[in-house]
């Protein structure tokens, strides 16, 4: 790794740090008004990793609610 690369990845990491100090969350980004609500669904942010976590979770709960009426 070159020093310039080191230096530039140094300074990006204390910018980095002061936002955190500024807005009190490291993960807060603000999103531009217009991408608010372009977003798409993510599964994994339901908890479900992917459509077969999701297909697998579906049919056990209609398992399992075909066993209550029963």
Same mark, same amino acid.
């Given at each position: 790794?070159?020093?310039? *690369?080191?230096?530039? /990845?140094?300074?990006?990491?204390? &910018?980095?740090?002061? &936002?955190?100090?500024?807005?009190? +969350?490291? +993960?807060? =980004?603000? =999103?531009?008004? =217009?991408?608010?609500? +372009? *977003?798409?669904?993510?599964?994994? =942010?339901?908890?479900? #990793? +992917?459509? #077969?976590?999701?297909?697998?979770?579906? #049919? /056990?709960? #209609?398992? $399992?609610? $075909?066993? *209550?009426?029963?």
């Amino acid at each position: 790794m070159t020093i310039a *690369r080191r230096r530039i /990845e140094d300074a990006i990491d204390r &910018l980095i740090d002061l &936002l955190d100090e500024i807005d009190g +969350d490291p +993960d807060f =980004e603000l =999103e531009v008004v =217009e991408e608010q609500n +372009d *977003r798409e669904h993510d599964a994994a =942010e339901d908890g479900i #990793a +992917d459509k #077969a976590a999701l297909h697998f979770i579906l #049919a /056990e709960r #209609a398992r $399992r609610s $075909r066993l *209550r009426r029963h």
